[in-house]
């Protein structure tokens, strides 16, 4: 069984950075695609960005261009950094594997 939990989250002001990372537990963890999800307050949670076991990417509009997510399978972390961070990003992150599998969330909060 995988098991996730996220760090990183923090505040930043508007134009900076932060990287999360996702430290997994569980030795099915490099064959699985990995997700970063947020949840804004007052909003449903929204797919940002995912990354296959391969480390093919995907992105979400709102961070296309702007954040980049990246895997080690070897020490089973998977990372989304940050960048030109907006207000609009301020959200709890979560790391996601799979319908049941997700981690306890980081907050994130960018605010001058």
């Known amino acids: 069984q995988v098991q996730l939990v996220e760090s990183g989250g923090g505040l930043v002001q508007p134009g900076g950075s932060l990287r999360l990372s996702c430290a997994a537990s569980g030795s099915i963890f490099s064959i699985l695609p990995i997700h970063w999800y947020r949840q804004a307050p007052g909003k449903q949670r929204e797919l940002v960005a995912t990354i296959t076991r391969g480390g093919a990417a995907n992105y979400a509009d709102s961070a296309e261009g702007r954040f980049t997510i990246s895997r080690d399978n070897v020490k089973n972390m998977v990372y989304l950094q940050m960048n030109n961070m907006k207000p609009e990003d301020t959200a709890i992150y979560y790391c996601?594997?799979?319908?049941?599998?997700w981690g306890q969330g980081t907050q994130v909060t960018v605010s001058p």
């Open positions: 996601n594997a799979g319908p049941r599998i």
